[in-house]
């Protein structure tokens, strides 16, 4: 064999041996294997929890105290009513909130009329019962309430419901007081030592009067008006010094006056009036509840306070009978003539206010004096 073809065989086994080896290695190629699994853990979601807290203890009930100041010594019958307000707001005026309890202190002896205002304001009062004739120079807007035309038991709640009282209560709120209600009281009465029967006769007599306010008064009566004090009139119609006076009907059966003058006019010039107040400080201090409540109460006792001074005033009348007085009616003519120039007076009180007040105030007048 030449070389040549030893090369070339040698050349072939070799591609041969090639072949297989590579063939093989490709069919023995093992199977690639699964990627192993990666578990990732998610952070767990943050949930918030609101606890709900316990409520709030409540407050315990309150006790709520007004001090009461009265214009009249604690025995005067004018304070009869007021006392009877008194019971009933301390048994009714109450909510869970608390209640409200009057506590009397005093009468004039304590706090006088003319300074009530001011001790309100300085917080030695906080409820307050007086006359509606003490304050024009203070309030003027109480002028319009013991103006003597109209007023009577029968009307005196209409009167006031109708717009008077919303009128004077805001002349009150300048003050820091609150108005919570208008109080009838005895009638004023015209009284005299010597007889008369009619209007005329009445002319040129010196008769005491409460105060100015009643000077338009005294000039349709024809009278000429005195000032003194309350207490120096009976001395004074003993003396003769004057001829009687204009006063409550309270005044005359509790001064005995029928035994100098027992000539007593049945008119009514006015059923006057008293303020029930409250410091607008403690009054707006109060829970709601316990304020609504306070004036439903205040309101409510209304209905006694006229029906006592009605029935106060049949009983002292019967009274005065009794002693020896006389009980004196104008004949029909002059009394319808006093009623219609009593009627000028409101017009003389308007000129001192505001229009916008005697827009709301006349009409009322007018309906109630015809």
Known sequence: MSMVNIFAYLVLCL?????LVLGGCAKSTPTSKPAPTVTVTAPAATVTVT???????KPAPQT????VISAWDKTHPANVPLFHLVDAVNAKVSTDDGKVQMVWKGGPETIKAAD???ATTAGSVDFWFSGSDYYVGSVPETAWAPIPVGWDFSNVSQMWGAGIGDVINKGWQKKGIT???WAALSSYRLFTVKPFTALADLKGRQLRVPGASWSPITSILGVSPVSLAAAEVYGAMQKGTIDGGIQTLASYTGFSYWEVAPNLLVHRFVAIGGYYNISSAKFDALPAGLRDKLVAVVKEEEAFNINYWKTMEDEWEKTIVAKGGKLIAFPAADEQKLKQDLRTVVDAVAKNLPAEQTAIVKPIYDKYSQ
């Open 15 to 19: 591609t041969l041996v090639a072949s």
């Open 51 to 57: 606890a709900t807290p316990p409520p709030a203890p």
């Open 64 to 67: 709520y105290t007004l001090n």
């Open 116 to 118: 009530l205002i001011n």
């Open 179 to 181: 108005m919570l209600d």
